[in-house]
């Protein structure tokens, strides 16, 4: 399975972006799709997840109410929208898949998860 994450850019503040990862190859064996962002010099952090068939979104108390999961149940692709972005949602997203049927979890942690796309920068200015 291999995951693209796309979308990121430069924003202002109060602006919107829409991330999106794509997967290829066995994407449908995937079980879970989760978004994670990371700050220089910090942990890996969990900011939300959906389920493959599109539902049970999880999301971060930082962004809960502010930003959107959603999986369209016949296509390949985690769509998460970014609203009222603030400075502080600066930095690399990443998407994460768990293919393992049998597991069963919160999702929230970075050891959950098999495969790893690459990041997108999002920048929003002040």
């Known amino acids: 399975v291999q995951l693209q994450a796309s979308g990121g850019g430069l924003v202002q503040t109060g602006d919107s972006l829409r991330l999106s990862c794509t997967a290829s190859?066995?994407?449908?064996?995937?079980?879970?799709v989760g978004w994670f962002r990371q700050h220089p010099g910090k942990e890996r952090d969990f900011v939300a997840a959906?389920?493959?068939?599109?539902?049970?979104?999880t999301y971060s108390d930082s962004v809960k109410g502010r930003f959107t999961i959603s999986k369209d149940k016949d296509k390949t692709t985690v769509d998460l929208q970014l609203n009222s972005l603030k400075p502080e949602d600066t930095t690399v997203y990443y998407c994460?898949?768990?293919?393992?049927?049998?597991?069963?979890?919160?999702?929230?942690?970075?050891?959950?998860?098999?495969?790893w796309g690459k990041g997108t920068l999002v920048t929003v200015s002040s």
């Open positions: 190859g066995r994407a449908f064996d995937l079980v879970v």
């Open positions: 994460a898949a768990v293919s393992n049927q049998y597991y069963s979890g919160s999702y929230v942690h970075q050891y959950e998860y098999d495969y």
């Open positions: 959906i389920h493959w068939d599109g539902g049970r979104p």
